[in-house]
Each structure stands twice: as C-alpha cells, then as structure tokens.
C-alpha cells in the first residue's frame, strides 16, 4: 500500500482519523497582489496544462508557477520539492511520492519541517485525492514528531489546476473544506498558502525560542 491507496475508511479505521466537513476552512486570509511574472506564466501556459489534461502538463503549466509564486512571496524562505519519495513508515502504507511538499527551510536537497502537501488529483478525481493528500500529511506529521519539529495544524491541498481544495490536519481531526477556489482566483489561492506558511513559520519560531 502507498498514500495514493488509502480510502477514508482506511484512514480511519487504521489510524483513528475523523473527518469533518466545514464551510469557510481558509477563507479568512486575504489574497495577496500577485506578480507580473506569474500573471504572464499562466496567461501563456495555463491553458496548455489544462486542455492538455495530463498530470505532468498540469503539474508544469500551472502547478508549479503557481507554487513558485508563493516562494517569492515568503522571499524564498521556504522548500517546494517535487516528485520527493516519502517513506515514512512503509509497513503502515505511509511511503511512495509526493507531488509537492513545501516545508518551511531553504534546503532542496532534502526534506526538512514539511508542512503543506499538494496531491494533484489524478483523474481529476478530487475525493480520491483528498484521502491521499491525508495519508501524507499523516506521515507529514510523524516525520515531524521524529524530527522535533512537531507542527500543528498541517496543510493539504488537492488541486487539478484549475479548481483547488484546502484541508487542514489538527491531531486527529482532518477539517475538509467544502468550498473550492479557481485558478481565476489565483490571488486567493496564493494568499492563503501564505498566510498558512507564514503561520507555520512563526509556530517553528516561537519553539525555537522556548
């Protein structure tokens, strides 16, 4: 079994996950002036990713500028690894790829305090890919307990480029949000991966202080 395996029910039952559905997860944080530059990147390419309809496509036209954006927002502070093995703890299925993670060091050469997972969905089946998103950001979390880097909450994002879905992982409970936002609102997408980020960042700190 890898993340890409796991259905709600399997979450649940082996590793005592509730999830909850609510309105509004992230609709506090304000979105953010976005750069020329990732203004011009979707206007060319966006359309490429999305009529194309492949995930490497999606992930490269429109995924990563948009990932990138949110880089240069935070002044480069922060790590996005693509394509990264993950293998946390395979006898429980917490191994395989991550499409994204974004961790809050500058390092790219290895996984350091991970705190948002991006699953694209494959298929474009958004469900399934939330139950994915999950599974990493369970083994997000035990990575980090190892590390004594334990933050809390987790972000995760299921996105198919053109429609994004944000969950947030607290212990346990797994927050789903039932709204979705659009590349068109691309402001707000990037506002919200910031503000998390940068909570994120004063979480780790505030820890390093105590």
């Avoid at 082996?14 to 020329?36: D, K, N, T, W, Y």
């Avoid at 995930?55 to 693509?82: C, M, N, T, W």
Wanted: charged share 20%; hydrophobic share 45%; aromatic share 6%.
């Amino acid at each position: 079994m890898a993340y890409g395996d796991f259905t709600m029910d399997q979450l649940s039952e082996q590793f005592g996950l509730e999830v909850q559905p609510v309105r509004h997860l992230v609709a506090g944080h304000p979105p953010v002036a976005v750069s020329a530059w990732l203004q011009e990147s979707l206007r060319r390419l966006a359309s490429l990713g999305i009529q194309t309809n492949t995930e490497k496509a999606r992930s490269e036209f429109v995924v990563a500028p948009v990932l990138g954006e949110v880089r240069g927002q935070l002044d480069d502070q922060i790590s996005i690894l693509s394509g990264v093995d993950f293998n946390v703890d395979p006898g429980r299925g917490l191994r395989g790829k991550c499409d994204f993670l974004l961790g809050l060091t500058t390092t790219q050469f290895v996984v350091r305090a991970p705190m948002i997972a991006v699953v694209e969905a494959k298929n474009e089946n958004v469900p399934r890919g939330v139950a994915q998103c999950l599974a990493e950001l369970i083994a997000v979390q035990e990575f980090n307990r190892a590390a004594a880097t334990p933050l809390d909450p987790l972000l995760g994002v299921v996105t198919t480029g053109s429609n994004w879905k944000f969950l947030r992982l607290e212990g346990r409970t797994a927050l789903v949000d039932e709204d979705e936002y659009y590349l068109v609102q691309v402001d707000r997408v990037v506002g919200i991966f910031v503000a998390e980020l940068r909570a994120g960042q004063a979480q780790l700190a505030a820890a390093a202080r105590s």
